[in-house]
């Protein structure tokens, strides 16, 4: 394939799919009581993933919304203890561990994010397997006008500069999140105050889907 082409290619499927990565909500809902969680509390924010760039920049950027929003709110991975894996199962003694934690720390509630899905899609792209009258973008004289081309010998077949057939693949991954808000002053049972459902397409930016999914977030329980 011509170099030129290729670059050209590159480039369309670059825009391509960054135009393809964006989150959005796919459903929410939120207790009478959620309001009460915003006066005067403290929360934790929690991102349970092992991927710690992402937890990181996840919980950071929800922890700023809230905190902009004149909520008190700490990020896990600043002050968890590293005994307690948020992305693993815990035993008996880490359960009463986490919980004597959250009361030594005096936190009112927790934002809790998890991935409840993950979906891959391979997409193929083809290009190539034709002619062209000259080296793109550069082409000869006699196609400045129509009856010069139309009567130039060129114009009649398919001399000229072919461009092999090529073919690329992308993977885009779609994540399904959802985020639970717990009011741990109500009594057991009544603690949920909010839940939102939503999308990431294809990230790529963990910091820019981060900041664009707190905001989300947060006008979803606004």
């Known amino acids: 394939m011509d170099f030129k082409v290729k670059i050209l290619l590159g480039l369309l499927m670059t825009l391509i799919i960054s135009s393809c990565s964006n989150s959005k909500v796919l459903a929410s809902w939120k207790s009478d009581n959620l309001n ?4 005067n509390k403290k929360l934790l924010v929690i991102a349970r993933t092992d ?3 992402a937890r990181i920049a996840f919980e950071n950027q929800i922890s700023q919304k ?7 709110a700490v990020s896990s991975f600043s002050i968890l ?3 307690l894996k948020i992305g693993k199962e815990l035993s008996e003694e880490q359960k009463a561990a986490f919980k004597e934690f959250m009361k030594v720390e005096g936190f009112d509630g927790v934002v809790l994010n998890v991935i409840k899905d993950l979906e891959e899609t ?5 290009d190539g397997g034709y ?3 000259a080296t793109i973008p550069f082409y000869p004289n006699y196609y400045n006008g129509f009856y010069s081309y139309y009567y130039n010998p ?6 000229g500069n072919y461009v092999d057939r090529s073919t690329t693949t992308y993977t885009y991954k779609t994540y399904v999140l959802e985020t639970v808000v717990y009011d741990l002053n109500q009594k057991d049972g009544s603690q949920l105050v909010a839940v939102v459902t939503s999308q990431i397409d294809n990230p790529r930016d963990v910091d820019k889907n981060a900041e664009e999914f707190a905001k989300k977030i947060m006008k979803s329980i606004e």
């Open 66 to 72: 809230l905190n902009d929003e004149g909520i008190k």
């Open 36 to 39: 009460e969680i915003k006066n």
């Open 154 to 159: 060129y114009s009649y077949s398919t001399f």
């Open 81 to 83: 203890p590293s005994n």
């Open 131 to 133: 002619y062209v009258g």
């Open 51 to 53: 991927n710690n760039q």
């Open 122 to 126: 391979t997409k193929t792209y083809s």
